[in-house]
């Protein structure tokens, strides 16, 4: 089994900064893929970025120039920056990993920009 667990998330004023971790535990393959998503109020779950395990990544359009996603494979970790931070990045922001066919998914954790 695997287990994530986010950290990070908290109240910020637009125009700020915040960066996410989450740690992955467990039995973790060396091939993987590891992402953010994010569900805002009254919204669908939606990818905001992704990593594999070899460094490759995408971004959802609403946040390119403003995220970056980063890991240690090392210690299991991803992370995600997030700069110039705008109300509507308000959301519940949770962590990913794929391996080897299963899905697993941390408990969330609450980003809140205020204006």
């Known amino acids: 089994q695997v287990q994530l667990v986010e950290s990070g998330g908290g109240l910020v004023q637009a125009g700020g900064s915040l960066r996410l971790s989450c740690a992955a535990s467990?039995?973790?393959?060396?091939?993987?893929?590891m992402g953010w998503y994010r569900q805002a109020p009254g919204k669908q779950r939606v990818m905001v970025a992704r990593?594999?395990?070899?460094?490759?990544?995408n971004y959802a359009d609403a946040v390119k120039g403003r995220f970056t996603i980063s890991r240690d494979n090392a210690k299991n970790t991803v992370y995600l920056q997030m700069n110039s931070l705008k109300p509507e990045d308000t959301a519940v922001y949770s962590c990913?990993?794929?391996?080897?066919?299963?899905?697993?998914w941390g408990q969330g954790t609450l980003v809140t920009v205020s204006e």
């Open positions: 990913n990993l794929i391996q080897r066919g299963p899905e697993y």
């Open positions: 990593i594999t395990s070899g460094g490759s990544t």
């Open positions: 467990g039995s973790i393959f060396s091939i993987n893929v």
